[in-house]
């Protein structure tokens, strides 16, 4: 049996006008998703998908495919929230309130900082300070360890590379970089200087050249143990300029 969708109550015209000036017909996930401040042809969406509710706080004005998109119950996208769009619209809000959805270059330092908090946000997910960042930060590479150990640096370092995750701001991408090259120069000394042990999980640098090539095994494990306290430092810098700039 299909289950039939409550009739829609009209919005009262005091109501719908509100959301309509307050909103400027500016689309809220349009503006949350892109950053985008264009006018669009649009609907008023009922956030609690109970088109009887007309209250004002229930509501929100979205572009055609953003309702269509919001109200689907489609398993290959996780759907927008009731939250996430009330906190898109406070932004929209504020943002026509004091005139910047007209002025494109007034808005852009807003829309650029919201744009790099959702960077940080998938950076810190992606190489989160308790994962590979505490491991480096304590471990001796003089003895082996466990290859997992490290996934979240190969994951940032291979799968986060590209203009999709790069900072807007100059100050924050240069430091993004460094600590990108620091991945690199320590996933190559580990490379170079260890091998799998008995236990093909877990790496080392060979235990062997302790005592046949001692300084050998010195210098490998110098390398790398250099190598982690570099990226350590350098994710610190990055992580504490982005608290400043981003203000987080």
């Not at 852009?108 to 810190?124: G, S, T």
């Not at 799998?196 to 001692?214: A, C, F, H, I, Q």
Request: proline share 5%; net charge positive; with cysteine.
């Amino acid at each position: 049996m299909v289950e039939k969708k409550p009739a829609r109550k009209k919005t009262p015209p005091d109501v719908e006008t509100a959301v309509l000036a307050k909103s400027a017909r500016r689309c809220a996930l349009c503006f949350h998703v892109n950053g985008d401040l264009t006018e669009k042809r649009g609907q008023i969406a009922h956030l609690d998908r109970d088109r009887t509710n007309s209250a004002e706080d229930n509501l929100a004005y979205m572009c055609l495919d953003h309702h269509s998109l919001f109200d689907s119950k489609t398993k290959q996208h996780k759907n927008y929230t009731a939250h996430e769009v009330k906190a898109a619209r406070a932004k929209l809000y504020q943002l026509v309130a004091e005139g910047q959805h007209l002025t494109p270059a007034a808005a852009q330092p807003y829309l650029q900082a919201e744009a790099d908090k959702k960077i940080l946000r998938d950076f810190m997910m992606t190489v989160p300070s308790n994962g590979s960042i505490r491991f480096l930060r304590t471990n001796d590479f003089g003895f082996s360890f466990h290859e997992k150990r490290l996934k979240d640096i190969e994951t940032f370092f291979y799968d986060r590379n590209g203009p999709d995750h790069e900072f807007l701001d100059p100050d924050l991408e240069a430091a993004r970089q460094r600590f990108r090259q620091s991945c690199e120069v320590l996933l190559n000394a580990v490379g170079t200087h260890t091998s799998p042990t008995r236990n093909p999980e877990r790496l080392g640098v060979p235990s062997d050249w302790e005592y046949k090539s001692p300084e050998l095994f010195n210098s490998a494990v110098s390398k790398i143990n250099t190598a982690a306290d570099l990226l350590c430092s350098t994710y610190d810098e990055l992580v504490r300029l982005a608290r400043r700039k981003l203000a987080v």
